[in-house]
C-alpha cells in the first residue's frame, strides 16, 4: 500500500463512521429523546425533521465519499483483476459488499424521500393517526437498512482478512 492508498483507506473509514454511527446514533438517541420533549406530534416531527436535514447534509456527503473511496480502494484491492470479484474468497466478500452498499442506499434514501416529506405534511396537516401508519412503515425500512449497514460493517471488517 502507498501513502495515498492509506491516505484513502482512512477517510473512508472516517466517512463511514460519520454515516453509520450518526444513523445509529439518530434512532437510538435522537428519536427516543424526541418523545420526552414534547407530547405534541406536530412539535415533535419537527424537531426530528429538523435534526434530520441537517444530518442529511453530512449523509450525502458521506455517501459520495464512500462510493469514490470505496471505488478507488477496491482498484488497489483487486489489483485490477475484475474477474477476482468472483474468482477469490475476498473478492465475493467485495461483491457482497458492493450488492448490499447499493441496496441500502436504495432502501435509505427512497424511504427518505418519500416517508420523511409524506410524515411532515401529514404532521403539519394535523392527520395524526396517518403519521403512526407511515411511522410503522418507515421504521421497519430504516431497521433493515441499520441491518444492512451493520452487514456492511461486518463485510469490511472480514476483507481485512483477505
Request: charged letters at 15%.
Amino acid at each position: 500500500m502507498t501513502v495515498l492508498d492509506v491516505l484513502i483507506l482512512w477517510i473512508h473509514i472516517f466517512a463511514a463512521i460519520i454515516f453509520v454511527g450518526g444513523s445509529f446514533f439518530m434512532w437510538i438517541v435522537v428519536w427516543p429523546v424526541s418523545y420526552t420533549l414534547t407530547d405534541n406530534e406536530k412539535e415533535r416531527t419537527r424537531i426530528v425533521g429538523k435534526i434530520a436535514r441537517r444530518f442529511a447534509y453530512f449523509t450525502h456527503s458521506s455517501i459520495l465519499i464512500l462510493i469514490i473511496t470505496g471505488i478507488y480502494n477496491a482498484t488497489w484491492y483487486l489489483h485490477g483483476n475484475l474477474t477476482a470479484l468472483t474468482g477469490t474468497p475476498g473478492g465475493r466478500i467485495l461483491l457482497a459488499k458492493s450488492i448490499l452498499v447499493i441496496i441500502a442506499i436504495a432502501i435509505i434514501y427512497s424511504n427518505n424521500m418519500y416517508h420523511g416529506k409524506l410524515i411532515t405534511r401529514l404532521a403539519l396537516e394535523g392527520e395524526l393517526e396517518k403519521v403512526r401508519k407511515v411511522r410503522k412503515r418507515t421504521h421497519l425500512l430504516s431497521f433493515i437498512s441499520l441491518g444492512l449497514l451493520l452487514a456492511i460493517t461486518g463485510l469490511a471488517t472480514a476483507l481485512q482478512f483477505y
